[in-house]
């Protein structure tokens, strides 16, 4: 009886061991096998942070989805290596004398991948909803007088002012432009196209995507290329690999140890505080990736304490130390830099004007400062989501520096869904945390729209907005915005902590980006070697 | 059961339209305006009472439509399928290992009682019980994918759809890391019933009888406590099922878990709805399992009928 | 008190295992006087120290003094966690107990239970918070609920059992109320699966915990206690292994503590157990 119970046990563990053996082998025979069959094809693998809710870039201004989406849509321009807005399905434009009428000839013979020509006709659909229910549509479009069809390959639009960023506009893909055919476009609204209509004129096309495991693009064989060289997005964009897979792998180790044994080509927001380690390490080759991401603290205008107290912020910031909530949150000084400044320090943008108060790191001066402005003690509601490290970490070490300057601060940490459900309400928050990613040109910071939650939204900001925006000289644009920025220090409706890059890891044999990474990581034109 | 899934449905419903946050706000971004926001929820019929879309949901749900995911644009049911391939395969991978190392593992310790191997069983198993999954789960990656090349690191393709059976591989560190904590809870339960069992007279009766020492522990003690682990063994099994959470990101499965936290966070109602449904029902079968087991361990339960004696 | 004198002379594992227990409630009470620095002091310049003379367990990526924040966490981890076993053990047993003595209550009892199971932490979380707002109290009923759920399927799977047997019988014949069957004749009967299962609760719940911590559904996100230190650390398995060792460590020895007393105590309550088994 004992022995055959034992015996049993004893069969039960080698079946066991059999089954799990079998498998590793089957395994690693299926690779094999897998290897051999289907040699041609060229596979790259990406491990991405999360799924994106959706391609439709006209409407979602998801970063993951951008970085898919560009692959398979094109928009009217896009960015070189210096983020300057170039032709991209446009061939050529023609401005008018007064800046008021622009005419875009559309490059011919550039291809759908449904196999249709892309008209002028397509783009009035596509400009059209996405002026009406884009995302960064109505900035352009309050501008807008019309777009219309000249001839099937040319379009013009007509401004009713001059608007100096229309064409950064255009250029920026995120929540941007793309052109869809007409009879997909023209039924849109603001729900996000259906993936079945996930039909651009880029070097990959929409193959499937199933939830959690993977969103899968293939090589578009009829793409039509620029002639020009490759240079950031703009000029020849060739499709090297036959299929991309984007993965979503959540866990920051697990991408790295993927990237490690190879099982992902490429993964990217690798932690800060891996990147000296990983630096180190041959097996695996690191990507600071150039898109600047900017932790700001927003503060309520239209409720509250905060409510037209300009010196009570400017008391707060005193009191701020951005090079240790940095390097808590970041880790490694060569992945952030403490800007005050708008614009980062690489920008044409970039000016000091009005940062006095910024990072001096002075409890006594923020004292003053708060009793100068009336401060007793009443309690600051600042809202952070723990959905990003940065605003958890930046929010802790804050409100610590806070209530040891005498401010009574009351931190609250939400799920995302939370805090932008909260925010909408004046009533509920004092301050809010979160961060902005790259703008081509600063009226493009949602600070800059009246309707942002903390609602800056003062005569004198209206005031610049109207001056900067009319202006098209690129040098008396600079002075203004140099003006607006000394504005924003006064009337302070955000706090800017500072500049912060994260970085990438792919396998040393994948080969064709430059020396950082655009910011989203686009893969025509690269190879596995 | 029908009640009871009606009840689900209805606190489901309750709950989430009670907590902060909007899925048409989280689907447009940061830069959506409120009237755009809006201009969503009208579109996906999210302004209506709450009561009117419960309807609705109910009455699509009875013609077996669960809806369509806002975040995936796939109706729920297929989202779900699509999940529930992975925790299902990984939670009898699991309650394999559970089963054959924790039982016996069990029951040896308690024949064994007070000598230096219960001893050390007992020190390892209450140390894998507070082992964080996340750090075993890295832990072995890191040996046996990234540098031994055992096993795969992460991610599951499917075998239903068109995979090969070899794609289990895949399912072995993640059902190892499961299987440590839990297992141990099932040889500390089997262990402690069995010394509660031991002690009652009739061993007693059945050791006076002259039956071999071993005999006794077999036929009488051992089937004799398996009521607790069999409860336990239920609530792990419909527990795996229904997500492991921390596992499934670390090793990048596509499973229930990370689907329902997702959910939450996205506040995606339709798949949160169907899931919880889903969920509720697994459990109420493996309870009824369960329940039906007691009965099969010691045939004097009658489960089902009359009242107390 | 001549029993434990007794029991700790004879099992030297267990008096090491009391005074572990002993120590961390030391450590707990006059945390502000043991502690050599301010669990919330942010020491910029020393972030992700590893273990040296002036922080015997290094620093976090904040430059907090681990060491403090580990005897303050004793405070906070300890509170909670006892309180999840407490609620969902006392909860659990008498739900447990009823439904599988009266067959009358185990349709309803138990199919709620089975509704209650179904439910994502998660959820419940979110929801308390925002009825109740944030607090410990939430964090101990979210987490609790799940295992209630699981003490009540135990307990309810003994009590079908128990109640058949004999001795039950006997008890009643001679004319024992059902209160005093169910209280003083079965529920001894069932205390050893429900102690190993409180254990586990509290193992299981430091780490649940945490979890709803970070997403600000527990504890402000500041205040230090074992799971979310752990959780915290975990981005730093590889460059700060520090973050992660001093915590877990101390969960481990905590809860192998309370294994090891919880398992001598029921040893020595039991006069039947320890005549019969240690002859075994």
């Given amino acids: 009886m004992i022995g055959s119970k034992k015996a049993l046990l004893i069969v039960l563990a080698v079946i066991m061991a059999a089954v799990f053996t079998s498998t590793v082998f089957a395994g690693g025979e299926q690779e094999e096998a897998a290897v051999v069959a289907e040699a041609p094809v060229k596979v790259m693998r990406y491990a991405t942070i999360a799924e994106p809710p959706s391609l439709d870039q006209q409407v979602i201004t998801s970063d993951q989805g951008t970085t898919i989406a560009q692959h398979v849509f094109e928009g009217l321009y896009t960015f070189n290596s210096k983020y300057d807005p170039v032709p991209m399905l446009v061939e050529s434009e023609d401005i008018s004398a007064d800046g008021k009428v622009i005419t875009l000839s559309l490059r011919k013979g550039v291809k759908f991948h449904n196999g249709k020509e892309m008209t002028s006709a397509d783009v009035v659909a596509s400009m059209d909803r996405w002026g009406e229910y884009g995302s960064r549509g109505s900035v352009l479009y309050n501008h807008v007088v019309g777009v219309t069809a000249e001839s099937d390959y040319v379009v013009k639009m007509v401004l009713n002012d001059v608007f100096a960023p229309w064409k950064a506009l255009l250029a920026f893909i995120n929540g941007g432009p793309v052109i869809y055919p007409a009879e997909i476009v023209a039924a849109a609204t603001k729900e996000p196209i259906a993936e079945t209509d996930y039909i651009g004129t880029g070097p990959y096309r929409f193959v499937e995507r199933n939830p ?165 003690g009443e309690k600051i509601t600042f809202m952070v989501s723990s959905a990003y490290k940065i605003h958890n970490d930046i929010g802790i070490v804050f409100a610590k520096l806070m209530k040891d300057a005498g401010f009574n601060v009351d931190l609250q940490v939400y799920d995302w869904a939370t805090l932008i459900s909260k925010r909408g309400d004046a009533s509920q928050w004092d301050i809010f945390f979160t961060h902005h990613g790259f703008v081509p040109d600063p009226i493009l910071y949602s600070y800059m729209s009246d309707a942002y939650p903390g609602w800056w939204a003062t005569d004198e900001k209206h005031e610049m907005a109207d001056a900067f925006t009319t202006t098209i000289d690129p040098e008396k644009r600079r002075k203004v915005w140099t003006e607006t920025q000394e504005l924003i220090f006064e009337q302070m409706p955000i706090v800017k902590i500072g500049d912060v890059y994260n970085f990438d890891v792919h396998t040393p044999n994948l080969k064709g980006f430059g020396s950082t990474q655009l910011i989203w990581p686009k893969f025509w034109g690269c190879d596995l070697k | 059961m029908i009640p009871s899934l009606l009840m689900v449905s209805i606190v489901v419903f309750l709950f989430i339209h009670l907590i902060p946050g909007d899925p048409a706000q989280i689907m447009l971004g940061d830069l959506a305006t409120p009237e755009q926001v809006e201009q969503l929820r009208v579109e996906m019929g999210l302004d209506q009472p709450v009561a009117v879309q419960y309807g609705k949901w109910l009455k699509n749900l009875l013609s077996g439509d669960m809806g369509t995911s806002i975040f995936f644009h796939q109706p729920v049911g297929s989202v779900i399928l699509s999940r529930a391939e992975t925790s299902i395969l990984l ?103 069995m010394l509660d069992v031991l002690k009652e007279d009739y061993v007693r009766t059945a050791r006076a009888k002259g039956l071999a020492e071993h005999l006794v522990n077999i036929k009488h003690v051992f089937r004799n406590s398996l009521n607790a682990v069999a409860s336990a063994l239920g609530f792990t099994f419909a527990a795996l099922v229904s997500g492991t959470v921390v596992t499934e990101t670390v090793f990048s499965l596509p499973g229930i878990g990370r689907l329902v936290v997702d959910s939450i966070l996205r506040r995606d109602y339709p798949v949160l709805q169907g899931i919880i449904l889903v969920i509720a029902l697994i459990y109420m079968l493996i309870n009824l399992l369960v329940d039906i087991s007691y009965v099969m361990l010691d045939p004097r339960i009658q489960h089902g009928t009359g009242s107390t004696k | ?197 409180a254990t586990f609760t509290f193992a299981f719940s430091l780490l649940d915990m945490a979890s709803l911590d970070f997403l600000g559904l527990g504890l402000p996100p500041e205040i230090p206690s074992w799971g979310s230190m752990l959780s915290e650390g975990a981005l730093y398995l590889s460059r700060a292994p520090w973050l992660l060792i001093f915590p877990g460590l101390f969960i481990v020895l905590t809860v192998l503590s309370f294994n090891i007393v919880g398992d001598t105590l029921r040893d020595q309550m039991d006069p039947r157990f320890r005549h019969d088994i240690q002859g075994v």
């Avoid at chain 3, 659990?92 to 009892?109: H, S, T």
Wanted: glycine residues 8%; charged residues 15%.
């Fill in chain 1, 212 to 376: 959690g495991r993977h969103i899968l693009l293939a090589k578009f064989d009829d793409y039509a290329a620029r002639s020009e060289a490759s240079d950031g997005y703009a000029g020849k964009r060739e499709a090297i690999f036959d299929e991309i897979y984007f993965i979503p792998v959540p866990d920051v180790g697990t991408r790295v140890n993927g990237v490690k044994a190879g099982d992902y080509d490429y993964a990217s927001q690798i932690s800060g505080d891996l990147y000296e380690m990983l630096e180190d390490d041959s097996s695996i080759t690191t990507l600071v990736n150039e898109g600047v991401i900017m932790p700001m603290m927003f503060f309520n205008s239209n409720d509250g304490i905060f409510k037209g107290n300009y010196k009570l912020r400017q008391a707060l910031l005193a009191c701020l130390d951005m090079d240790a909530a940095l390097a808590t949150a970041v880790g490694p000084e060569s992945l952030w830099s403490a800007n005050g400044a708008m614009m980062p320090e690489n920008t044409s943008w970039y000016t000091k004007a009005g940062t006095d108060l910024y990072n001096i790191k002075d409890a006594a001066k923020a004292k003053a400062i708060a009793d100068e402005a009336g401060y007793n």
């Fill in chain 2, 91 to 193: 939670s009898l991978m699991t309650l394999f290992i559970i089963v054959v190392i924790g039982i016996p593992v069990g029951y040896l310790s308690s024949t064994r009682y007070g000598t230096r191997t219960d001893q050390v069983v007992s020190g390892l198993s209450m140390t894998f019980a507070s082992i964080p999954t996340f750090w075993l789960g890295l832990n072995l990656m890191t040996i046996f994918a990234v540098k031994l090349h055992i096993f795969p690191t992460s991610g599951f393709p499917s075998i239903v759809d068109g995979g090969s059976i070899a794609n289990l591989v895949y399912l072995i560190l993640p059902s190892i890391t499961l299987a440590a904590p839990n297992s141990a809870l099932i040889i500390r339960l089997t262990r402690a019933s």
């Fill in chain 3, 1 to 197: 008190m001549k029993n434990i004198l007794k029991m700790m002379n004879s099992r030297k594992i267990t008096f090491i295992g009391m005074l572990f227990l002993l120590i961390l409630i030391v450590l707990g009470l006059f945390a502000p006087l043991l502690a050599p620095y301010d669990p919330y002091e942010m020491m910029h310049e020393e972030r992700l120290q590893s273990m040296n003379s002036l922080h015997f367990f290094g620093t976090d990526n904040f430059g907090r003094d681990i060491f403090s924040r580990i005897i303050y966490g004793a405070r906070t981890s300890l509170i909670a966690s006892a309180g999840v076993v407490i609620f969902s053990m006392v909860a659990g047993v008498c739900i447990g107990l009823f439904a599988g003595f009266y067959k009358r209550l185990d349709a309803v009892l138990m199919r709620i239970i089975d509704v209650m199971m179904a439910f994502p932490s998660l959820l419940l979380a979110l929801v308390l918070v925002s009825i109740l707002g944030r607090g410990m109290l939430n964090v101990i009923l979210a987490v609790g609920v799940t295992y209630l759920t699981r003490t009540t399927r135990i307990v309810y799977g003994l009590t079908l059992k128990l109640k058949e047997e004999v001795f039950v019988d006997a008890f009643r014949a001679a004319g024992a109320s059902n209160m005093r069957l169910i209280f003083k004749h079965i529920l001894p009967n069932l205390i050893s699966p429900v102690i190993v299962q």
